[in-house]
């Protein structure tokens, strides 16, 4: 019993096949005469287009070949003119960007004739000409008087330099001059005699103006005994030897030590 229950479901699905597949060749045998009678239809109506229709269709086409053939030659004209316009564009902006400094100038020139109007009235473009060139020549001899001015000016600029260093040398010597008679006017006297040495030291040094070539006077109750020569000065104090020459007496301790005065 087990076993038959299995046989007759296999039995009845087998069934059950081969009817939809009756059904289904049927569907598609019906299907396939449908579209086959489409075709003929399509068939027919082509030919039916193509025997009626044909030259109207022809001349759609040349017609229209026609008109992409102009619409091409037309937009190959705007093409170029638009290749002609953008140059042009170019070539403005070029003229332009060279106009500009030309029309500063221009500005600048119309400014100019305001300015020179002010000065000279009347004066135009066409005027201003012979004006610029009456102003040239005034200011070429303007030029010209300043040059002379100036030649003028450094002969007497060499002048007072040659002067003014003829000057500062007078004031040199001048001062040299105080300063002789300053330091001749200090006044020292001999602390100490090396008789051994032939030496002596004066209370005078560097503060007093005592330099190396500076001569010494030895002096006793204004009376004049010798002269001394600088070997070392110290601040307050300079170490001279006793000068042989001309030598009036013995050098002692006590005795006036004086700067030569100029002629003596």
Request: hydrophobic fraction near 40%; charge should be neutral; glycine fraction near 6%.
């Amino acid at each position: 019993m087990k076993i038959k229950i299995p046989l007759i479901i296999a039995a009845l699905a087998i069934l059950i096949s081969v009817i939809l597949g009756v059904q289904n060749r049927g569907e598609l045998k019906t299907k396939r005469l449908n579209r086959i009678d489409l075709n003929n239809k399509i068939v027919s109506t082509l030919g039916e287009i193509t025997e009626d229709d044909t030259p109207a269709l022809l001349a759609s086409y040349e017609a229209l070949y026609v008109e992409e053939t102009r619409l091409a030659d037309s937009k190959a004209r705007t093409d170029g003119h638009n290749v002609n316009i953008k140059r042009l564009d170019n070539e403005i902006s070029g003229l332009n960007t060279k106009k500009a400094p030309i029309d500063k100038e221009i500005a600048k020139a119309e400014e100019a004739v305001k300015e020179v109007n002010k000065r000279f009235p009347g004066t135009t473009l066409q005027t201003i000409a012979p004006k610029l060139k009456e102003l040239e020549n005034d200011l070429e001899s303007a030029k010209q008087d300043l040059a002379t001015k100036q030649a003028e000016l450094e002969v007497v600029s060499k002048k007072v330099a040659a002067n003014e260093v003829r000057i500062e040398k007078a004031e040199k010597v001048q001062a040299d001059r105080l300063t002789s008679i300053k330091r001749n006017s200090s006044e020292g006297v001999i602390t100490a005699v090396n008789e051994d040495w032939g030496f002596v030291l004066v209370n005078i040094g560097k503060d007093q103006g005592v330099q190396g070539d500076s001569e010494l006077i030895v002096k006793r109750d204004g009376i004049r005994i010798g002269n001394l020569n600088v070997v070392s000065i110290q601040p307050g104090i300079t170490v001279a030897d006793i000068n042989q020459k001309g030598l009036s007496g013995s050098v002692e301790p006590g005795d006036r030590v004086i700067f030569q005065n100029l002629g003596e």
